[in-house]
């Protein structure tokens, strides 16, 4: 794998994130509750949920000849968003 300034940055976000959902649990705690997926889910598990959706929304964009990724990215932001608000 290349490190460019890219690679950087978004191992720095998932860092970030992780981070924020640890201080998010020390400060908060919350209970596993059930939502649209028909299983009871923390943050945490919403969040992976939502980066292995993303992934394959991106790979799927990727397998069919997407050029332009601002497309796909808006579609992971919103399954992200539904997926912390539904599930």
Known sequence: MAWTWQ?????AC???????LTTLAVLR??????GILGFA???GDRFFVSLL??????LGFIRFG???FLY???AALLLAAVMFRFA
């Open 53 to 58: 959706a993303s992934a394959f929304i991106f």
């Open 29 to 34: 705690p919350e209970t596993p509750h059930r």
């Open 66 to 68: 997407g050029e332009n």
């Open 7 to 11: 690679t950087i940055v978004f191992f």
């Open 72 to 74: 796909p990215a808006a």
């Open 41 to 43: 889910t923390t943050r």
């Open 14 to 20: 998932m860092a970030a994130a992780l981070a924020g």
